[in-house]
């Protein structure tokens, strides 16, 4: 099994703050990655996939880079709207797995 | 509005079983494989199972093998996870969501299971 290592587990950060966000994979995945954000009583949402897509309706201040092992999600500007819990997953292969999440708090 | 909705969570005993749906509205169902996924509340997320559109490819998280049925509908839009011997382990809230290319992008908000005597 592939596993997700993000760092860091919990961030404290600013409104306006750029915020970086790393995963890491235990094996090549090559560019199968994706972010989302999940708040609390929310559904999760879905930011980046391929590692660097943006989905659609996702702000501009979400990026996303990376691929093999290594990858980034950065949030450009932070807003009042993005204090959440971020995951990343691979999409490489079954079984199908997250990093244990990054909670961007003020 | 394009959305997913659980229901079926409760609480069961352990060996027990339960099971699981997931309605899908305004979006085309039989186009998108499907995917249940879990997470313990104050943990992480743990993917569970995978279908195809036409309900002929499934995967399980080697946890669940043997004890949890992936299944749909597509004529009703529906999802379902059938768990049978239920272990304390098994409680957390489920969700569904939609998997193109074994990304999820849209999900529901879940529906809560707890396994306790």
């Known amino acids: 099994d592939i596993q997700m290592t993000q760092s860091p587990s919990s961030v404290s950060a600013n409104v306006g703050d750029r915020v970086t966000i790393t995963c890491r994979a235990s094996?090549?995945?090559?560019?199968?990655l994706a972010w989302y954000q999940r708040k609390p009583g929310e559904a999760p949402k879905l930011l980046i996939y391929?590692?660097?897509n943006l989905q659609s309706g996702v702000p501009s201040r979400f990026s996303g880079s990376g691929s093999g092992t290594e990858f980034t999600l950065t949030i450009s500007s932070l807003q009042p709207e993005d204090f959440a819990t971020y995951f990343c997953?691979?999409?490489?292969?079954?079984?199908?797995?997250f990093g244990g999440g990054t909670k961007v708090e003020i | 509005e394009v959305q997913l909705l659980e229901s079926g969570g409760g609480l069961v005993q352990p060996g027990g079983s339960l099971r699981l749906s997931c309605v899908a509205s305004?979006?085309?169902?039989?186009?998108?494989?499907m995917t249940w996924v879990r997470q313990v509340p104050g943990k992480g997320l743990e993917w569970v199972a995978t279908?195809?559109?036409?309900?002929?490819?499934?995967y399980y998280v080697d946890s669940v093998k043997g004890r949890f049925t992936i299944s749909r509908d597509n004529v009703k839009n529906s999802l379902f996870l059938q768990m049978d011997s239920l272990t304390t382990d098994d409680s957390a809230v489920y969700s569904c969501?939609?998997?193109?290319?074994?990304?999820?992008?849209?999900w529901g908000r879940g529906t809560l299971v707890t396994v306790s005597s």
């Open positions: 969501a939609r998997s193109p290319i074994r990304y999820f992008d849209l």
């Open positions: 305004q979006f085309t169902f039989n186009n998108y494989w």
């Open positions: 279908i195809d559109q036409a309900g002929n490819e499934k």
């Open positions: 094996q090549g995945i090559s560019s199968w």
């Open positions: 391929g590692a660097s």
């Open positions: 997953q691979q999409a490489d292969s079954f079984p199908l797995t």
